[in-house]
């Protein structure tokens, strides 16, 4: 059974720049999570998605949006890059949604702001 | 709102000498507590959780964490580390109403020859 999928696993932006960072969840995982991880701010919890709708928002700014689609999937977007947006991208996926379940990760998207 | 530390961020150990990374956690309404383990360049793996039930859970390659609810505690310890061992650990709690995980800072252990 295939993990978390994340595309691209790295990437270099400049300021000002957008970037889309793409989750293709475990077959049958309803729930989509996205993290970013810094080093000075650790993990922070950004969105979640379940059934197509967010579900949950962490405390990021407007520029961070995301979207989950009928198979799943989801993408999160991040428009007019800052250099402290650089961090790794994390997405987990988990089934049905429910608290108790698991959360299964991706490796990552790391994303570099020049 | 809940919030998870650990103690301590790293955490150096010979191969085969005991181990306990420790985390506290508050929060004000019923949680559930979960060890993470993140190697270099990859995502996170569970280690170990507590939903309910008996406070001392363990995991497969010979981790095990106590959930103390009086001290609002639930360290993570391993009687004999292996130099594989070496990572960084992950401290996280979610409301049992709840979806997000909140992480604790972190605990870089290695574990040298």
């Known amino acids: 059974k295939a993990g978390v999928t994340q595309t691209p696993r790295y990437l270099i932006k400049t300021r000002g720049q957008q970037v889309t960072l793409s989750c293709s969840p475990i077959?049958?995982?309803?729930?989509v999570s996205w993290y970013q991880q810094t080093p000075g701010q650790g993990l922070q919890f950004l969105f979640e998605?379940?059934?197509?709708?967010?579900?949950n928002k962490g405390n990021f700014p407007g520029r961070f949006s995301g979207r989950q689609f009928s198979n799943s999937r989801s993408e999160m977007n991040v428009s007019t890059l800052e250099l402290g947006d650089s961090a790794l991208y994390l997405c987990a996926s988990s089934l049905e949604g429910q608290t108790t379940g698991e959360l299964f990760f991706g490796e990552g998207s790391r994303l570099t702001v020049l | 709102a809940q919030s998870v530390t650990q103690l301590d961020s790293q955490v150096p150990v010979f191969e085969e000498a005991p181990v306990e990374l420790r985390c506290n956690y508050s929060s004000s309404v019923s949680v559930y507590l979960f060890w993470y383990v993140q190697y270099p360049n990859q995502g996170l793996q569970l280690l170990l959780k507590?939903?309910?039930?008996?406070?001392l859970v363990e995991s497969i390659n010979g981790f095990e964490a106590e959930f103390n609810k009086s001290q609002t505690s639930f360290h993570l310890r391993k009687p004999s580390v292996h130099i594989s061992d070496t990572a960084e650990y992950f401290c996280?709690?979610?409301?049992?109403?709840?979806?997000?995980?909140?992480f604790g800072e972190g605990t870089q252990l290695t574990v040298n020859p």
């Open positions: 996280a709690v979610r409301e049992t109403s709840g979806s997000r995980l909140t």
């Open positions: 077959s049958g995982h309803r729930s």
């Open positions: 998605y379940f059934s197509e709708t967010q579900r």
């Open positions: 507590y939903l309910s039930g008996s406070t």
